[in-house]
């Protein structure tokens, strides 16, 4: 097998290279933590045909808001490019992934979350209608408020639908469970990974901008002290229409930084977006409730809120790599109930003595821990990931919450699939992918691949 690097510069074009039929890996800007780009080649081997890689990044990016005030993307728009596109005209998206240059049609792609999720909810429920191109290079529209199952090519199987949904229940309070939703008609695209088209438009919901302000709380290291973690934790549950983003950056993240720049030294943070109307109560009603000092809490500017949690990941991936480390993380969510589960099992983590550290999206009980090992200590993390996501399973939690499977995770996902689910899967394959020539070793061929 052979890898063949293709760029696309136009939908048209992406359309008549799908009427050749080739195998293809679509990407936008090899963003991904889920798909190892650096070993492509090996980690699509499987397979006895060439696979072409399709850049689709220079696919002009076309921006609009429509009659509703939903965005309207088309082409390589990126996440940071839809903010700003949507503020300059006085209104905001509810999805911030913390890698802006991501593009937004991966993003539904991989049915990404990022901080905004506590606030606006997921990306799933935002997006109002797509367009994708079929296996044929064909163009359709898909629509939120029509079910999946009554598209014509599905409406003989709701006994599967229905099936298949009873399932999904069991993790509908997550951002994402370990298989799709596949109830609305835009559930075909979102989070599917390309395996059943390429997305070429998303419509998107927005809403007026607010005024925010962004919080930070220094609290104790985690591994010594989670109960004021746990306090704030259990006291933003209730205040989702006010507060946008709960976020975790623990003190090994901020060693990154130079000291200079660091907003706190010796100390997890903290952040919270707040929507400044509703600051006096949030800080009467909750900050002032809180077992700290009043200095602990302060607020930073929101271009140096940005700046901060784009640059931690940044400087993270170029140290490990000048040291030539692979980093190993999760992307585990669970619910409440589990959350203190959740830190106490990363604190076992800690203990191993392989540097790490632990962010993410806190208020949601989904954070992201991070080993950073040296090549010799990569099996020892392997196995300790093993036996976390087994843990997460007798939760009920979910594996990959935000960032999808890809093809690096799809050992860890097997356990958490039945035969409905892959039923579901070859059942969409045949529909949408019948030669399977759309990200062929996606996780719904594996299956076919037991």
Aim: net charge negative; charged share 30%; aromatic share 10%.
């Amino acid at each position: 097998m052979a890898i063949i690097n293709k760029t696309f510069s136009s939908t048209e074009e992406v359309s008549k290279h799908l009427t050749e039929g080739e195998a293809t890996f679509y990407h936008t800007s090899k963003t991904s933590t889920v798909v190892p780009y650096e070993i492509l080649e090996r980690a699509l081997g499987a397979i006895d045909k060439d696979v072409v890689v399709g850049d689709l990044s220079v696919i002009r990016p076309e921006m609009s808001l429509d009659a509703h005030k939903n965005l309207v993307v088309r082409g390589a728009v990126t996440w940071k490019d839809a903010k700003e596109f949507c503020l300059s005209n006085g209104r905001e998206i509810g999805t911030s992934p913390t890698e802006e240059l991501a593009g937004v049609l991966a993003g539904l792609a991989t049915s990404c979350t990022g901080e905004r999720a506590f606030g606006f909810g997921t990306l799933r429920n935002q997006v109002v209608s797509c367009k994708f191109l079929d296996h044929e290079g064909k163009e359709y529209d898909l629509f939120r408020d029509k079910k999946l199952v009554e598209l014509p090519f599905l409406n003989d199987s709701k006994e599967l639908f229905d099936e298949y949904g009873t399932t999904y229940k069991n993790y509908s309070l997550y951002k994402n469970a370990p298989f799709p939703r596949m109830e609305s008609e835009t559930d075909l695209m979102i989070g599917t990974e390309g395996q059943l088209g390429v997305i070429t438009e998303a419509t998107l919901e927005t809403t007026p901008a607010a005024d925010v302000i962004y919080l930070f709380l220094m609290l104790p290291k985690w591994e010594e002290d989670d109960r004021l973690h746990l306090e704030v934790f259990e006291a933003v549950q209730n205040l989702r229409n006010k507060v946008y983003a709960v976020e975790l950056i623990d003190e090994n993240s901020l060693q990154v930084l130079p000291i200079e720049e660091r907003p706190a030294v010796g100390k997890d943070l903290i952040f919270l977006e707040i929507n400044s109307a509703y600051f006096e109560e949030l800080y009467e009603n909750f900050l002032s409730k809180l077992d700290m000092p009043e200095e602990d809490i302060f607020e930073i500017a929101s271009q140096k809120c940005r700046e901060l949690r784009m640059k931690i990941p940044r400087l993270t991936f170029e140290q490990n790599s000048r040291m030539g480390v692979t980093k190993k993380g999760t992307d585990v969510q669970v619910s409440r109930e589990n959350f203190k589960d959740l830190l106490a099992y990363y604190r076992k983590f800690s203990e191993l003595g392989i540097p790490y550290n632990l962010f993410g999206h806190f208020g949601d009980a989904h954070l992201h821990f991070n080993f950073m090992p040296k090549s010799e200590e990569e099996s020892i993390c392997q196995k300790k990931l093993e036996g976390l996501y087994e843990a997460v399973r007798t939760w009920n939690g979910s594996p990959f919450a935000e960032h999808g499977i890809g093809i690096i995770k799809q050992k860890f996902i097997h356990s958490y699939l039945e035969e409905i689910h892959f039923k579901m899967f070859k059942l969409l394959k045949s529909k949408l992918d019948p030669k399977n020539v759309l990200f062929p070793q996606g996780f719904m061929t594996m299956g076919e691949r037991s």
